[in-house]
């Protein structure tokens, strides 16, 4: 590492712009905050070299920007606003400057387009690269968007496209580069939660039952199901399914495809003309489905179930994201 | 990972205890918990393996443990009580299910002592494993307790022994048992604030200017000094050296040696008084010098200043603990 303490330090303060509400940042043992009274939704969500991404084709400069993303991500499903992260860096002897020069830039650039204020952290040697991000934000719905809140009779809706970020994937690690998939590798390199969208879904109390799409459709689905102890009747003609999916005959990606960090949620069909309104309007929401008794997630093609062989994405080797 | 998704969030799931003020423990986006308004410290610290230990002589309890306790200690040095964590384990393939378990227990166990709520994280793969933890907890002194702090006629004062830590890692390096060291083992296994006494120094607002002595006394104190703009003088006779140190004519580590995790305080000369009551209650503090106009350390031996070779010590690779 040829990063130095006061460099470091000196690199963090700077990074941050502050809040009255901060009263101390960087630089002692811990950094003392002012909070008001409420609900709080606290994450934690790490990123490491070999498992999620490799430098050969995610810079650090987008490394940063990941690992800020996908705790977004989980505190805006949660209904919340983030506003503080901490950051520990596990760094390799081989990292140069540069390199963290520009994953500090990435993350300068995520936090700060919403906000979110860096409170402190570690770094620490490595053999492998990690970045493991914990973040705090304020609940700004009454309750919380919870998985376990989906109620028999609820539809269910996407944002956006699915399964982009695994085609990007797919092409970085094949090394192709292809015409018209540009979409898609932004979406693995720099995934942006639908932040406009959601304010709208929360301003109009459209859901209560919201969670981030990190692994996969059909297995977030599942967690969601399992915990609000239904099942979901999936039309697949509704899955929003990217041209460039359907063009290579991968469709299947939107199913089981990681990393898109759209939203998931169930709504009461009253809530449809408002639903429709913002479809209207042009925010990319799909209604792919219905809660109903049961458990599991059960799929259907033109009203004809199918079954399913792969359920999901999992990151080799790894936990699912919470 | 021998460990499946599922045996892991159960494990999660039933290691907590949770309170009143968690709407939402583990198992979905994020946790959600209620905060009264009012002071919060925020801190997070990490554990690597070959960087801060090697499972050789350090088991997965002690890891899981520890890698608790020096976040608490943070917390505590703030003046605030810890009251939540989250965690990111970085597994290697190679680890076995049952260290995994007494990983788990060990951090249970550090938790439960203090009744820190787990309320969630991330399980990563990883080359070599690391433990990552976020805490928050809530200031129960009127205002921090910060290394700028410390003022001009202050007297500069330290919790318990200076040295065990450093003296038990170096024989667990070396692979040497020996009689009358199991302090100095406990004391880098198994570190633990001195919690009673703390209580007592908030209870009599002895200190507004406090630190946890994580890297070695003189480059921790020197930390406090640069931010308090001013300048140590200390007594090298009143450094509370352990016997075994002075037995081997290793002295130097209770300047140096890193991972005591005791304390290390300023307090006006007005409260000597109350210092020296709990000092004869029993409470182990060491009065050992005097801030002054002016910067960095001195350090002086009967009156006469003495030069220091080496500063302090750091961890192998690794920037310093926040």
Known sequence: MEISENNLIKKLKKFGKTSDNVLRGIGDDGAVVTMSGGQYVLVQDAMVEHVHFEFSFLDPYYVGKKAIAVNVSDILAMGALPLYFLVTIGVPARMSSPDIERLYKGMKDASRALNIILLGGDTVGADSFFIDVSMVGKLVTKKYLGRDKAQEGDLIAVTGYLGEAAY????????????????CLKRFMDPRSPYTLWKELIKHDITVAMMDISDGLIIDLERMMAESKKTARLDLENIPVPAILRKKGMEKLALTGGEDYQLLFTFPQKKLPQVKRLQREGHKISVIGKVAKGKGVKVFKNGKEILLTEKGYQHFNEEPHE
């Open 168 to 183: 990007g994937l797919h092409l970085l690690q094949k090394g192709i580069t292809e015409t018209g998939s540009g979409k």
